[in-house]
């Protein structure tokens, strides 16, 4: 039983930390398009 929990937690932390290089090393594109929305003066109370 010993062996099954340590292969369980390596395979967890080695999931964890290529989950956290490849988020660190993604190139995340920024927006193309630009939004612009125009919101009425109904919806702040004043």
């Known amino acids: 039983m010993k062996i099954v ?3 369980v937690v ?3 932390v ?3 930390a290529g989950a956290t ?3 660190l ?3 995340l594109p920024a927006p193309a ?4 929305r125009i919101i009425n003066n109904d ?3 004043k």
Not at 33 to 36: F, I, Y
């Open 21 to 23: 290089i490849y988020f």
């Open 25 to 27: 090393v993604w190139d």
């Open 43 to 45: 919806r702040f109370s």
């Open 14 to 16: 080695l999931i964890l």
């Open 10 to 12: 390596m395979t967890l």
């Open 33 to 36: 398009d630009t939004v612009e």
């Open 5 to 7: 929990t340590r292969i």
